[in-house]
T-cell receptor
């Protein structure tokens, strides 16, 4: 079975500084997707960044980048130039695409609550 | 364009009752997924539907069922409610079922079972 572990329940960072959120996962699959989602307080969850396992290059989206270490099964998120609007719960997620009709499977970690301090 | 909408926003039910939650995807999106998010935890995958067919199922009992209609909206049904079913139920839609297509989440339905 696949599992996703986020070992940092809470983190804080000064505005304009850089912070890294950790995520590890366990799977025997070779083809899969990894995601970071952001859930602001009382607001909808939105996708921050996505990584495909077969791509060696780390994904980047503006101030957000990942460090994907496939052999170590590690997928950390780096937020540069942190802004007050980055304050949110961040979830790491794993998706195992299946062929045919056996179904896709999504797994989320327990989340890291990030607070950006002015 | 409207985002993913869910109804109702909040719901209070008694143990043993049945509940139906509704989700309308973004226009043009054919895939709908359902998640259960217990307070303080990450979402847990319940179902994914694409073109009215079940494409994925999480580790939930048979008390949980869902369906997708020709207009791609979806319903999640939970029978014989337990206290542990109290949670935020999230719906997400995407153009297709593959992971390469981004999921857009709705605001959720907060279910409280007393």
């Amino acid at each position: 079975a696949q599992t996703v572990t986020q070992s940092q329940p809470e983190m804080s960072v000064q505005e304009a500084e850089t912070v890294t959120l950790s995520c590890t996962y366990d799977t025997s699959e070779n083809n899969y997707y990894l995601f970071w989602y952001k859930q602001p307080p009382s607001r909808q969850m939105i996708l921050v960044i996505r990584q495909e396992a077969y791509k060696q290059q780390n994904a980047t989206e503006n101030r957000f980048s990942v460090n994907f270490q496939k052999a170590a099964k590690s997928f950390s998120l780096k937020i540069s130039d942190s802004q007050l609007g980055d304050t949110a719960m961040y979830f790491c997620a794993f998706m195992n695409p299946r062929r045919g009709w056996t179904g896709n499977q999504f797994y989320f970690g327990t989340g890291t609550s990030l607070t950006v301090i002015p | 364009d409207a985002g993913v909408t869910q109804s109702p926003t909040h719901l209070i039910k008694t143990r043993g009752q049945q509940v139906t939650l509704r989700c309308s995807p973004i226009s043009g999106h054919k895939s709908v997924s359902w998640y259960q998010q217990v307070l303080g935890q990450g979402p847990q995958f319940i179902f994914q539907y694409y073109e009215k067919e079940e494409r994925g199922r999480g580790n939930f009992p048979d008390r949980f069922s869902a369906r997708q209609f020709p207009n791609y909206s979806s319903e999640l049904n939970v029978n014989a409610l337990l206290l542990g079913d109290s949670a935020l139920y999230l719906c997400a839609s995407s153009l297709r079922a593959e992971a390469s297509y981004e999921q857009y989440f709705g605001p959720g339905t907060r279910l409280t079972v007393t």
